[in-house]
């Protein structure tokens, strides 16, 4: 009786040259995919600049928008607020560090249409003009002293946030 000899496949831990030539082609297509898919995403993350003013960073959609507008108004806010909100200005100046600030390239909306702004945890969304920047700053005080969300802005008043938010306001609308 002849001895027939069976194929590397068929053999455990043994593989031919070509299946060695097939599992190579496989794995170095699926690290490409993963690579490409890694790229894709990487790519299209959040470049956030840093302001160089008490750890704030910011991305603005508009490249011509300008940062020394942004640094100017975000004094004037943290001046508004120490100076009308009703906690001591150390807690207030203390909790308006290292947050991010992303401007839309809308003048009147920011983020989702019929929104002039919002707040999420530690980021700002605010339209190009920065009409709702000291408002999203109170939200942010509210969170990070209170621990609590104000939808509905009802100690708005109370905390100072209104006069604050007038005093900013003014000086935006100010002739410059």
């Given at each position: 009786?002849?001895?027939?000899?069976?194929?590397?496949?068929?053999?455990?831990?043994?593989?031919?040259?070509?299946?060695?030539?097939?599992?190579?082609?496989?794995?170095?297509?699926?690290?490409?995919?993963v690579?490409?898919?890694?790229?894709?995403?990487?790519?299209?993350?959040?470049?956030w600049?840093?302001?160089?003013?008490?750890?704030?960073?910011?991305?603005?959609?508009?490249?011509?928008?300008?940062?020394?507008?942004?640094?100017k108004?975000?004094?004037?806010?943290?001046n508004?607020?120490?100076?009308?909100?009703?906690w001591?200005?150390?807690?207030?100046?203390?909790?308006?560090?290292?947050?991010?600030?992303?401007?839309?390239?809308?003048?009147?909306?920011?983020?989702?249409?019929?929104?002039?702004?919002?707040?999420?945890?530690n980021i700002?969304?605010v339209?190009?003009?920065?009409t709702?920047?000291?408002?999203?700053?109170?939200?942010?005080?509210?969170?990070?002293?209170?621990?609590?969300?104000d939808?509905?802005?009802?100690?708005?008043?109370?905390?100072?946030?209104?006069?604050?938010?007038?005093?900013?306001?003014?000086?935006?609308?100010?002739?410059?």
């Open positions: 009786m002849p001895i027939e000899r069976e194929s590397g496949l068929n053999l455990p831990n043994v593989m031919t040259p070509g299946a060695w030539v097939l599992l190579s082609v496989a794995l170095v297509a699926v690290l490409i995919g690579g490409f898919i890694l790229y894709r995403v990487w790519s299209k993350r959040v470049k600049v840093d302001l160089n003013f008490r750890g704030v960073q910011y991305f603005a959609q508009d490249s011509e928008f300008s940062a020394d507008f942004l640094a108004a975000f004094t004037v806010a943290v508004a607020l120490v100076a009308n909100a009703r001591p200005a150390s807690v207030v100046e203390r909790a308006l560090l290292q947050f991010k600030v992303y401007v839309f390239a809308d003048d009147v909306n920011a983020g989702v249409p019929g929104r002039s702004g919002y707040q999420s945890g700002l969304g339209n190009r003009k920065l709702t920047l000291c408002h999203e700053m109170g939200h942010l005080l509210h969170e990070r002293i209170e621990k609590i969300v939808y509905d802005h009802t100690r708005w008043m109370s905390d100072g946030f209104e006069r604050a938010e007038r005093v900013y306001s003014d000086w935006l609308h100010a002739p410059k």
